[in-house]
């Protein structure tokens, strides 16, 4: 879970000479590569205003909120986790993300996160905890306004509940 949440607060930062629309929405695809066995997953991300809705599709729905806290509803399990927002925030975490090469460059926690952009985020990838290489590429993006309530968190009433510190 931490570094998913960790990928979620990197992907829509502003920075220096990298910047997101107040409004951004995208297809993804995110791909984890474990020495050569690779994890698929597929949906669309919301970003509004350091807000951000996460609706995975394949292989299984999920649905992630990161607002004053991150709310991750797992409709197959009828659970939602709750945790606390990491503390860093978006507008700042890319600050002092430098240019090498093809990539943009930024350092958090130890990690070094790689960007792709022209003239928008287009892709990502990093190494997570446990040596995966994680890949997510954004397509058919768009920057028209998105409605505020798609940011609120919706599930069914009687879903398990479980508190993350």
């Known amino acids: 879970m931490k570094h998913l949440i ?6 829509f930062s502003y920075m220096n ?25 597929k949906g669309k991300i919301f970003y509004k205003n350091d807000q951000i809705l996460w609706k995975y599709s394949y292989p299984v729905k999920k649905y992630i909120w990161i607002n004053e806290k991150v709310y991750v509803y797992e409709p ?24 090498e090469k093809n990539f943009y460059v930024t350092k958090i ?27 997510i ?13 798609i940011f609120i968190p919706t599930y069914p009433e009687d879903v398990d509940f479980i508190y993350q510190r």
């Open 109 to 135: 926690n130890n990690k070094k996160v790689y960007f792709v952009y022209d003239k928008t985020i287009k892709s990502l990838h990093y190494k997570d905890d446990a040596g995966n290489l994680v890949t």
């Open 6 to 11: 960790f990928t979620l607060v990197l992907l």
């Open 76 to 99: 197959n399990l009828m659970q939602v986790t709750i945790s606390k927002r990491p503390k860093f925030t978006l507008q700042n975490i890319l600050k002092n993300a430098k240019k």
């Open 137 to 149: 590429t954004f397509s058919n993006t768009s920057t028209k306004p998105l409605k505020t309530s």
């Open 17 to 41: 000479a990298l910047t997101l629309p107040n409004n951004f929405e995208a297809n993804f695809t995110q791909t984890i590569n474990n020495n050569g066995k690779k994890l698929y997953y």
